[in-house]
Antibody, heavy 115, light 112 residues
Framework: EVQLMETGGGLVQPGKALKLTCATSGFTFSTAWMNWVRQSPEKGLEWIARIKPKSTNYATEYAESVKGRFTISRDDSKSSIYLQMNSLKEEDTATYYC??????WGQGTLVTVSS | DVVLTQTPVSLSVTLGDQASISCGSSQSLVYSDGNTYLKWYLQKPGQSPQLLIYEVSNRLSGVPDRFIGSGSGTDFTLKISRVEPEDLGVYYCFQATHDPWTFGGGTKLELK
């Protein structure tokens, strides 16, 4: 059974940092394109980051809205990906989903940026 | 960025009816390899989105054949024949042809 579990969400003040973790199992993680997508009532579903497998030298891509502030990474030995979020803004408030390929989604973790 | 425009925004149906959702793209979604990376997701209340259709018309394993995706270039359609209760929720189209990848705004399918 495929499982993806996001952790690390919570309430954080503007300008602070937070790191999300997505632990996976049940599929061949090492060759998977992994993504972070977020969802908010204001912006709907928004793809924000992608990391490809080792064969591509772990190539990454980001949405303009998070480029320079967020960093996606992966640890194939742990079948996990991460999202380091720095300089958080109120508009980053959303539920953050980890996605494997395009078919495997976690249950999401809520990030609230507020003073 | 590629803008995906879904119509209608909401759709009220009777169980057993056919439903049709359109997704228009601001650019052609044909990739340089000849494939069209347009997908359809359904998000049921309280759940994460689930992939139904990939590359325009391919149903994911386990998706009923009453879901039919079609289209090309910039215009795409998802048809659901004989709507059943488990089909209710919000449908999203999504493109992975051009960076940044983008989602449509969603179409809410609900009972009349």
């Amino acid at each position: 059974e495929v499982q993806l579990m996001e952790t690390g969400g919570g309430l954080v003040q503007p300008g602070k940092a937070l790191k999300l973790t997505c632990a996976t199992s049940g599929f061949t993680f090492s060759t998977a394109w992994m993504n972070w997508v977020r969802q908010s009532p204001e912006k709907g579903l928004e793809w924000i980051a992608r990391i490809k497998p080792k064969s591509t030298n772990y190539a990454t891509e980001y949405a303009e809205s998070v480029k320079g502030r967020f960093t996606i990474s992966r640890d194939d030995s742990k079948s996990s990906i991460y999202l380091q979020m720095n300089s958080l803004k109120e508009e980053d408030t959303a539920t953050y989903y980890c996605i494997g390929w395009f078919a495997y989604w976690g249950q999401g973790t809520l990030v609230t940026v507020s003073s | 960025d590629v803008v995906l425009t879904q119509t209608p925004v909401s759709l009220s149906v009777t169980l057993g009816d056919q439903a049709s959702i359109s997704c228009g793209s601001s650019q052609s979604l044909v990739y340089s390899d000849g494939n069209t990376y347009l997908k359809w997701y359904l998000q049921k209340p309280g759940q994460s989105p689930q992939l139904l259709i990939y590359e325009v018309s391919n149903r994911l394993s386990g998706v009923p054949d009453r879901f039919i995706g079609s289209g090309s270039g910039t215009d795409f359609t998802l048809k659901i024949s004989r709507v059943e209760p488990e089909d209710l929720g919000v449908y999203y189209c999504f493109q992975a042809t051009h960076d940044p990848w983008t989602f449509g705004g969603g179409t809410k399918l609900e009972l009349k």
